[in-house]
């Protein structure tokens, strides 16, 4: 079936550190990508998406590009905040019918000052 | 304003009782979804609707209910069979139209069983 793997940490870096968050994904055809970041105490927010192979998905300075060939989807900023702290989803959607999406276990990042 | 709202923010249960999450969302989103996080186990889906008065088993499904009697309304029963039921719920929604596949998710539920 289809699966997730991402870094898991917790990571901790110093602010305007360099971010790179590993992920990698098993499918058949070819799904939706997605990263998704959580607050302390709150639910999921999209982050970033690509539909397709070679799609780059960028927002507030983080970006993530679709790799068929390496069936990879990693996360990256090049300098991150203290506001950045948050735990970190890597997700695919499933396009047989349901679309539902299968998740990463997530990855914890605290960024200090 | 637009969104899932998702209450009681926090619920705390006997063990042996029935509970219900309510979910609600003016999207006017046609899926809805029920999502399971545990510490390290990132989300695990438990129940999804794509049209009212219908709705599929996720891969968590066993313990848990679902009814879907209205577009904006998606409410989850989590039954005394459900064995471990403490964990942070989660609900989401996606528009059908236009190929659109992101989901959006409610700010969860925090179940605590004491």
């Known amino acids: 079936g289809n699966s997730v793997t991402q870094m898991e940490g917790p990571v901790t870096l110093s602010e305007e550190a360099f971010l790179t968050i590993n992920c990698t994904y098993t499918?058949?055809?070819?799904?939706?990508l997605f990263w998704y970041v959580q607050y302390p105490g709150e639910g999921l927010q999209l982050l970033l998406k690509?539909?397709?192979?070679?799609d780059k998905g960028s927002n507030k300075g983080f970006e993530a590009t679709y790799r068929k060939e390496t069936t990879s989807f990693h996360l990256e900023k090049g300098s991150v905040q203290v506001s950045d702290s948050a735990v970190y989803f890597c997700a695919l959607s499933d396009k047989g019918g349901s679309e539902k999406l299968v998740f990463g276990k997530g990855m914890k990042l605290t960024v200090n000052p | 304003d637009g969104g899932i709202t998702q209450s009681p923010k926090y619920l705390f249960r006997k063990e042996g009782q029935n509970v219900t999450l309510s979910c609600e969302q003016n999207?006017?989103?046609?899926?809805m979804y029920w999502y399971r996080q545990d510490p390290g186990q990132g989300l695990r889906l438990i129940y999804y609707?794509?049209?009212?008065?219908?709705?599929q088993k996720g891969d968590i499904a066993e313990g848990y209910s679902v009814s879907r009697e209205k577009k904006e309304s998606f409410p989850l029963t989590v039954t005394s069979a459900q064995k471990n039921p403490t964990a942070f719920y989660l609900c989401?929604?996606?528009?059908?139209?236009?190929?659109?596949?992101?989901?959006?998710f409610g700010p969860g539920t925090r179940l605590t069983v004491l």
């Open positions: 499918a058949t055809g070819y799904p939706s």
């Open positions: 989401a929604s996606r528009g059908l139209r236009d190929a659109e596949d992101t989901q959006y």
């Open positions: 609707s794509q049209i009212v008065n219908d709705f």
């Open positions: 690509a539909t397709k192979a070679d």
């Open positions: 999207l006017n989103h046609d899926a």
